[in-house]
T-cell receptor, first 112, second 114 residues
Framework: QKEVEQDPGPLSVPEGAIVSLNCTYSNSAFQYFMWYRQYSRKGPELLMYTYSSGNKEDGRFTAQVDKSSKYISLFIRDSQPSDSATYLCAMSANTGGFKTIFGAGTRLFVKA | KAGVTQTPRYLIKTRGQQVTLSCSPISGHRSVSWYQQTPGQGLQFLFEYFSETQRNKGNFPGRFSGRQFSNSRSEMNVSTLELGDSALYLC?????????????FGPGTRLTVT
């Protein structure tokens, strides 16, 4: 079983829809939870990070962490065609040195 | 502020050869991590360097190695290349080792092994 599970999709939605992206994890030591966006032929771009449980909002993006369920989510409101990309969740823990584990990434297509 | 830069951007090598990839972190960032990205395995952690010392290592064979210089620039080396080493190699920098939650990635080096 992988430490971080993420449905690779693809996920296709119409423009303006609310998108929900999710990851589950097994390691309770994870403390930081991140979301990255990766466009084709580019490196991942950090969208936001959250420490421990709770919600964090940044513009059209909201990240949620539920440590009791080992479940994290990223919501995108009013999705745009420019949001079409692969979204990667990532988590890190201090286990004698920080190591970041990434999910497989979910490919998102937003249709105009 | 300039982002993370990686050179070269594309590379084609033959099985058995070795390769060296270079990464320049964001100015002021002292931690550099390397990742391998493939369609089948996704993003996998190779190693992290901080203050010229390898602080953390992923589950890759010893053919994969790296180093960091006093100006925080980093190189990774892969010896005796195999076909399975074909991948996008990404470098990411963060301010400190403990701020790995805020990593900034370079564009990557696409390595093709024939």
């Amino acid at each position: 079983q992988k430490e971080v599970e993420q449905d690779p999709g693809p996920l296709s939605v119409p423009e303006g829809a609310i998108v929900s992206l999710n990851c589950t994890y097994s390691n309770s030591a994870f403390q930081y939870f991140m979301w990255y966006r990766q466009y084709s032929r580019k490196g991942p771009e950090l969208l936001m990070y959250t420490y421990s449980s709770g919600n964090k909002e940044d513009g059209r993006f909201t990240a949620q962490v539920d440590k009791s369920s080992k479940y994290i989510s990223l919501f995108i409101r009013d999705s745009q065609p420019s949001d079409s990309a692969t979204y990667l969740c990532a988590m890190s823990a201090n286990t004698g040195g920080f190591k970041t584990i990434f999910g497989a990434g979910t490919r998102l297509f937003v249709k105009a | 502020k300039a982002g993370v830069t990686q050179t070269p951007r594309y590379l084609i090598k033959t099985r058995g050869q070795q390769v060296t990839l270079s990464c320049s972190p964001i100015s002021g960032h002292r931690s550099v991590s390397w990742y391998q990205q493939t369609p089948g395995q996704g993003l996998q952690f190779l190693f992290e360097y901080f203050s010229e010392t390898q602080r953390n290592k992923g589950n890759f064979p010893g053919r994969f190695s790296g180093r960091q210089f006093s100006n925080s620039r980093s190189e990774m080396n892969v010896s005796t290349l195999e076909l399975g080493d074909s991948a996008l190699y990404l470098c990411a920098s963060s301010l400190e080792q403990s701020s790995s939650y805020e990593q900034y990635f370079g564009p990557g080096t696409r390595l093709t092994v024939t």
